[in-house]
């Protein structure tokens, strides 16, 4: 048993509320326990210079952490002048996540912003954002569809991402930050509902690991994934009966 009372391939309770900001295209709030992510799309109709004339769209993404998301205040990066490292490495991921979900070359010459407020965080706040990221861009697109600016929503497949990790020695689903603080090996998995990988981010804390280690990991990751994709088939569906 967990520290919060789960299994150890028990998923935290995920919420996910469509049309959280209402000037945005696109926008959910996702909680995944006590992480809570506030992720809005934006459509620009200009993609950028390097992509201009080639009849594709792009889709990029930025992330941020409120001072008070964690425990103890941290400054805002705008008040440092620059973004961390780990913003960046984030932002890239979520953005490279979303472009492999979609067919830009159905998008048109536009781009997608998609913005990730990180307004509390408790563990798993980069697989949170990308799991929410996914539902706000679709939503952006259907409004795309709405108003004729599209023939069709341009998503290839439908994906996801969730933490594992070991703890004492055991193989666990959906690491909360006490656990990842403690985790002898930690992964950050984005997977389609193809069951394909999409990125896998992964490190030994403290000791080396064996491949069947690696294989329990993904196996929990491949189930988890699974669950949150249809949790987010569900919300999409109930905001377009709306």
Avoid at 100 to 129: F, H, Q, Y
Wanted: aromatic share 4%; proline share 4%.
């Amino acid at each position: 048993m967990r520290i919060d009372g789960r299994n150890t391939d028990d998923l935290r309770p995920v919420q996910l509320t469509p049309d959280f900001i209402p000037h945005a295209e696109g926008s959910v709030l996702i909680e995944v326990g006590r992480t809570r992510v506030i992720c809005t799309a934006s459509v620009e109709e200009s993609v950028p210079l390097f992509m201009r004339g080639s009849n594709k769209g792009w889709i990029t993404a930025e992330y941020s952490m409120l001072p008070r998301a964690t425990e103890s205040r941290t400054p805002r990066e705008a008040s440092l002048g620059r973004k961390s490292g780990r913003t960046q490495e984030i932002q890239r991921l979520i953005g490279r996540s979303l472009r492999t979900a979609a067919n830009l070359d159905l998008l048109g010459e536009r781009t997608i912003w998609v913005d990730c407020d990180v307004i509390e965080a408790d563990g798993g706040t980069r697989t949170a954002s990308i799991t929410g990221a996914f539902v706000a861009m679709v939503q952006a697109m259907d409004k795309l569809v709405d108003k004729g600016a599209l023939n069709t929503v341009p998503i290839r497949s439908s994906i996801a991402a969730v933490s594992v990790g070991i703890v004492d020695g055991v193989p666990m689903l959906d690491l909360n930050y006490e656990e990842d603080a403690n985790a002898e090996v930690d992964f950050n998995v984005v997977m389609t509902d193809q069951r394909e990988f999409v990125e896998l981010q992964g490190t030994a804390e403290r000791q080396p690991f064996s491949k069947t280690r690696l294989d329990a990991l993904l196996d929990l990751a491949e189930s988890g994934i699974a669950q949150l994709i249809d949790t987010q088939q569900q919300a999409l569906g109930a905001m377009r009966k709306r």
